[in-house]
């Protein structure tokens, strides 16, 4: 039987991560983003794991745990914190509950150092030997990476460093065509919405450039409108990703795709 986990996160950039990542490994995975939705699916669902953000709305974290343990239908369920403060004494208290297996900053997280925690609470082994295969492949590969997105930049520049490759890291299109006269990537993640000019008019200036055109470039956007896509592709981009339909390491499986 599947362990069910629910995560109750507030940023559904990374709960959406969480998510793809924890069905890819076969767990049984829900999703809230507010306080009052986690203790009416913890006492509807009765998870197996709480994963939970200490800041969420309409009831916090906090409240959230505090009437956790004052319920006797869920106040065993086992806890793994993720929070913005890393002060000692916090981390201190939270973690002499014996209920409470994890606390993560959230400043430091990687989806896949999550996946080892929830793996360790429930006893399982966890190999990433598809990582390996991605090293031999990726190393030394340089990927000019141009996304706003201070949390999804994070996360993800972590895992395709880990990978092997070589990142060159932009955060609108002025920095990416500033990167791109000093050096030539072997591929180009474009998100669509950038600060200034837009990922659309960033790839049509690549293919227009005799030294940068034959670059092959993936999209990677919240926009999920087939007219998007197709006009992603109509200028020239190899493949079009949408954000919340993707987990990391299919983002990183078409990469490898394109530079084989």
Known sequence: MREK???????????????????????????????????????????????????LPEISGYDVLHEKS????????????????????DMKRMLSTPIVKEYIIKAHIEPEEVIKKIANVFNRNYLSSKNIKMENKAKGKKILWVEDDKLLSTILSRKLESSGF????????????????????????????????????????????????????????????????????SLGAQKFIVKAAASLDEIIKEVEKLLI
């Open 166 to 233: 070589i990142l060159m890291k932009a955060n609108n299109g002025d920095e990416a065509f500033s990167l791109l006269s000093k050096d030539i990537p072997d591929i180009i993640i474009l998100d669509v919405l950038l600060p200034g000019i837009n990922g659309f008019d960033v790839l049509q200036k690549i293919k227009a450039d005799e030294r940068l055109r034959k670059i092959p470039v993936i999209m990677l956007s919240n926009m999920s409108k087939q007219s998007d896509i197709e006009k992603g592709k």
């Open 70 to 89: 004052y319920d006797k239908l869920i106040t065993k369920i086992p806890i793994i914190i993720i929070s913005n403060s890393g002060m000692p004494i």
């Open 5 to 55: 986990i629910l995560i109750a996160i507030s940023d559904n950039t990374l709960s959406n991560l969480l998510v793809k990542e924890l069905k890819q490994d076969d767990y049984d995975v829900s999703a809230v983003s507010n306080g009052k939705d986690a203790l009416d699916t913890m006492r509807s669902l009765k998870p197996d794991l709480l994963l939970i953000d200490l800041v």
